[in-house]
């Protein structure tokens, strides 16, 4: 059995077993490896955020886009930010802050 201060355990048929110390140091290493990739996941939701607004501003660069050319400029210069995103020093753990806002 482990000798770990805070010891796992599965449940079976008998009723819950202690973890082995190769179970624990699998499931150690799957942790580890799920903490790991915490940041990659995170990228990952902000860039697909991105990408979302992009999306639905597409129509703002359009020739035919019933915009002026000072609100299209506006909206060009927030895609670009958008693009940005990931430069930015709080990547990829953004605060409210971080993501420009869309001109009205």
């Keep these: 059995m482990s000798e770990r201060e805070n010891p796992r355990f599965r449940t079976t048929e008998f009723g819950r ?3 082995t110390e190769e179970e624990e140091l699998a499931r150690d290493a799957e942790e580890k490896e799920w903490a790991d990739g915490a940041s990659d996941r995170l990228a990952s939701k902000h860039r697909e955020t991105r990408n979302e607004l992009l999306a639905a501003s597409d ?3 359009f020739s035919d886009s019933p915009l002026t ?36």
């Design 69 to 104: 050319d000072e609100a299209k400029t506006s909206w060009a210069t927030y895609r670009t930010a958008l693009r940005n995103l990931p430069t930015n020093e709080n990547w990829p753990s953004l605060e409210d802050d971080d993501w420009p806002s869309a001109p009205e």
């Design 59 to 61: 129509w703002t660069q």
């Design 17 to 19: 077993i202690q973890f």
